[in-house]
């Protein structure tokens, strides 16, 4: 799967790219992790384990989901997993290497997942962010979501809706 900008493919990501992702998500989570009084080796056993099991809640809870990476040429730079296999569309997660953040890289997919939606006639566009992440927070606001309630008082709801002609 191609986006038409910044020379991006989404292709499907099975288990032989669990290392790949792996990686990704540590270091995009290794900052959080400058001040425990860990060796580094036993940073990257946490963040192992924290992918193994994100990654196992994700495909549990949406078994039907595009589980993708994220790749510019050949290079893995994130991970983008979505659910399409309803009325309610869900964006389950986006995460961008630290060197493919804040270039607008997250407009451009979450903006290629609405218009997905919006092709397919599909009646919202779900995600949950964390309250802790207000800059992802407003990124959603930009691109038309709105706040939908708590979850588990660690994340907002927040869904958009397709305006159609």
Known sequence: MELPTQGIALPAADVGNLPEL???HAQARIAELLFAPWAPDQKRAFLDEQFALQHAHFVKAHRKGDFRLVTRGDA???RFYFDRSGPEWVLIDILLAPGAQARGLGTTL???LQQAARDANADRLRLSVA???PRAQ???RRLGFEDAGDVAGTHLSMLWRPIRP
Request: aromatic share 20%.
């Open 22 to 24: 792996a990686d990704l």
């Open 76 to 78: 893995p730079i994130g």
């Open 110 to 112: 979450v903006g290629w």
């Open 131 to 133: 309250y802790n992440n």
């Open 138 to 140: 407003a990124l959603y």
